[in-house]
């Protein structure tokens, strides 16, 4: 599945560019099918639900694909691939539908909810590939989006029909001979430069095309042979495993047994040691990288050191297919490759000691980067995460299967905090967890890590009774068992559920002791940061306003130090919100433009619509009641996706308010309401950068600005009230626990 690329965060990111889709571009030509193309876009008038249904390797995708990229200036919405072949769980269906439409939601509504909504008001193509495992449950959801989105065409890819009222199947038959014999042409000359077929051979290479079936994956697969052998080989050792393999189930359609044949003869080919790499690859869930290929096939018949010459023949044979992403060289195979290659694992009896080695692997990287996270390199570790996120579901399927591992998917579930709270995942995140968590394991540090992330995305998406649930377990059990980390970890996120229900005295209370408890165990990380945030809001909510910026001054500057983006932008917003409250404008604006384009960048959708809501406010004290209405329309558009506006919070909805007033007073009730709605119809890219351009002069520096009660005031830097005796923590870069000890 592939998600929109977001930018990596930094002070001097562009203005954001809205994302209009995510097709992958493509690597090679595409070949032929002219009449088939020209047939199905017409039927693109006739109905909202097409189906391309046919054989394995018979093009489908690359077929839907091309359409989509020919379609795309139809919908004004973008057109949005969603790869469903690596999800095998019908519960994980709707969050990978929403990961593909690149949604954020932080709320507790199940993504079916995020789904319809955002489809609802919405003119956009949704291409659903790779459904087979999950028929029934793809259909389900389809039929509802159909139903509840007049503006919303779906294309799907798959071995069958979804069988939805309304639903056009268009059977994709294998290549025409002249088609099938320019694409074996066109693929042999990639592998094999200057390959031209002469009069002679192009006989021949009919028929090659012929025997495969005109399958255009058993074409390419045939073609990736030529670098070894001529065509008169392959056509004689074609030959050979048709008459080797006739023997197949009688059952299975004879186009089937050909490209069955086809993947059987590239295997029968392969080196034994490609042959037992391909068989090894086949435990990767989706794209993986050469790192993980070199820890988890290497082994018995394969020594490390020859894995990346092995993995660079299947390559060249199209076994394996190269992808360039935002985090690098990455590999992958084709579905029907990899079942092939999962049965003979499963035939050397080897697969469940791969699929533990896969599992450790990815325990191993998710912990590694929990620790990047606090460090320079925290957006390279968010977009791995992202790029991962298939065998990470995977990892943590594999310990659920086993009573003595599920303390494993505790960990990795637990372990994923700042990907679900940082990089706005939380209803995925909100799944495993309650998932991981429903059988019973003993209180080990796993499970207790858990529990207060649970705790914390439930906090994030407004449901106290499930925060309130879960850290109160979490405190309680690690005082019985002497886990001094969980316990501070447990304290602290209820003094966050405090903040947001309007009782900063009792969350200022929570939030100190909290501290203290990670200044004795020498924590030092974005949570412990995020604590002195925490801290600093409770203190301005009180009145302290002074007391508030000198905290999140010593965060900002800790998170220089450090290289922290993520919790810097929250510091920002603090000390946005302290300098607007002390008048001094200029300075609010400049911090709140940061933590936005920070939070924006991070996907994180609560830091993004808390600093819309002040910059609004900002905006009408400088004069500019209109585009102030507008960007309280934005913020009211994000706002269900985040949850109760405002957390429902008195303390944080009074600048909302204090807007909406003055704005209304200067505009008059019609004009602000027409502004709100035109601001309404920004989706959060078109928002942050129009928030960003607002008000700005660039050749402005200002010294003074006009206060939100009508005063001016000369800007001086904050920090010279009382810190309220807030410490910087221990200089730790512990962020917790290592990982699990692995066999």
Wanted: charged share 25%; aromatic share 6%; glycine share 10%.
């Amino acid at each position: 599945m592939r998600r929109p690329q977001r930018p990596s965060p930094g002070p001097d990111a562009p203005e954001p560019v809205p994302v209009r889709g995510n097709l992958p571009a493509e690597l090679n030509a595409f070949v032929g099918r002219d009449g088939e193309l020209a047939e199905f876009q017409a039927l693109l008038g006739r109905s909202r639900l097409l189906t391309v249904a046919g054989v394995a390797g018979v093009g489908k995708t690359r077929f839907v694909t091309r359409v989509a990229t020919l379609m795309e200036k139809r919908y004004c919405d973008g057109v949005w691939l969603a790869e469903l072949s690596a999800v095998h769980d019908p519960d994980l269906l709707e969050h990978a539908l929403v990961d593909a439409l690149g949604l954020t939601d932080h709320t507790g509504r199940p993504p079916r909810a995020v789904l319809v909504e955002h489809c609802a008001e919405r003119r956009l193509l949704l291409v659903i590939d790779g459904f087979e495992q999950l028929t029934d449950a793809c259909a389900g959801l389809v039929r509802e989006l159909l139903r509840r989105a007049p503006g919303l065409q779906v294309l799907a890819a798959g071995r069958r029909p979804l069988r939805v009222d309304g639903e056009l199947t268009f059977p994709l038959a294998p290549m025409t001979d002249d088609d099938a014999l320019e694409l074996f042409a066109r693929r042999a000359a990639a592998v094999r430069p200057g390959f031209r077929l002469t009069e002679e051979e192009r006989e021949t290479a009919r028929e090659l095309c012929r025997r495969l079936d005109c399958i255009p994956l058993a074409l390419e697969l045939a073609a990736g042979r030529l670098r070894a052998l001529t065509m008169e080989q392959v056509l004689h050792r074609l030959d050979d495993r048709f008459r080797l393999l006739t023997g197949g189930s009688p059952s299975a359609l004879p186009r089937h047994q050909t490209l069955r044949t086809a993947i059987g003869w590239s295997h029968e080919l392969c080196a034994p040691e490609q042959r037992l790499l391909w068989s090894r690859l086949s435990v990767f869930a989706g794209q993986f990288d050469l790192e993980a290929v070199e820890y988890i096939c290497s082994g018995a018949g394969l020594p490390a050191d020859s894995v990346l010459d092995v993995l660079e023949e299947l390559l060249t044979q199209s076994v394996v297919l190269r992808e360039d992403s935002a985090v690098g060289s990455r590999y992958r195979l084709l579905d029907t490759v990899r079942e092939y290659g999962a049965e003979w694992l499963r035939a050397t009896g080897d697969a469940e000691r791969l699929r533990r080695r896969h599992r450790d692997w990815y325990l191993g990287l998710a912990t590694w980067c929990e620790l990047d996270w606090f460090s320079p390199r925290q957006a390279e570790a968010a977009a791995r995460i992202d790029s991962e996120l298939p065998n990470l579901r995977r990892a943590m399927e594999c310990s659920m299967e086993s009573p003595d591992e599920v303390h494993l998917a505790q960990y990795l579930a637990g372990t994923l905090w700042f990907y679900w709270a940082g990089c706005g995942r939380l209803s995925e995140g909100r799944h495993w967890l309650d998932h991981v968590l429903e059988e019973e394991t003993p209180y080990d540090h796993s499970r207790l890590k858990a529990l207060w992330v649970l705790g914390y995305v439930a906090v994030l998406q407004g449901d106290p009774v499930g925060a309130v649930s879960a850290l109160q377990e979490c405190r309680e059990e690690g005082e019985r068992s002497g886990d001094a980390t969980a316990v501070a970890y447990a304290v602290h996120r209820t003094g966050c559920l405090s903040i947001v229900t309007d009782d900063p005295v009792r969350a200022e209370e929570l939030l100190r002791e909290a501290l203290g408890r990670y200044r004795e165990i020498g924590e030092l990380n974005s949570n412990v940061l995020m604590a002195q945030v925490e801290l600093g809001m409770a203190v301005a909510f009180r009145g302290d306003l002074d007391g508030a910026a000198s905290i999140c001054e010593e965060v900002r500057e800790i998170c220089e130090d450090h290289g922290e983006r993520w919790t810097l932008a929250y510091a920002l917003y603090v000390l946005g919100y302290a300098a607007l409250r002390t008048g001094l404008t200029g300075r609010a604006r400049r911090m709140l433009g940061e933590s936005l384009s920070i939070a924006h960048a991070f996907h994180d959708l609560l830091g993004t619509v808390l600093s819309l809501e002040l910059l609004a406010l900002i905006t009408v004290a400088e004069g500019d009641a209109a585009e102030a209405a507008a960007l309280q329309g934005a913020a009211d558009r994000i706002w269900p996706s985040v949850g109760l506006p405002l957390f429902g919070s008195a303390h944080y909805g009074r600048p909302r308010a204090e807007c909406e007033e003055r704005a209304r007073a200067e505009l008059g009730d019609a004009r602000y309401d027409a502004e709100r709605l035109s601001g309404r119809r920004l989706d959060a890219s078109a928002a942050v950068a129009r928030a960003l351009r607002a008000g700005a002069d660039p050749g402005e520096d200002r010294e003074s600005a006009t206060g939100t009660d009508g005063t001016t005031a000369v800007e001086e830097e904050p920090g010279a009230g009382s810190s309220g005796g807030t410490r910087r923590p221990a200089a730790s870069r512990t962020t917790g626990r290592g990982g699990p000890e692995l066999d």
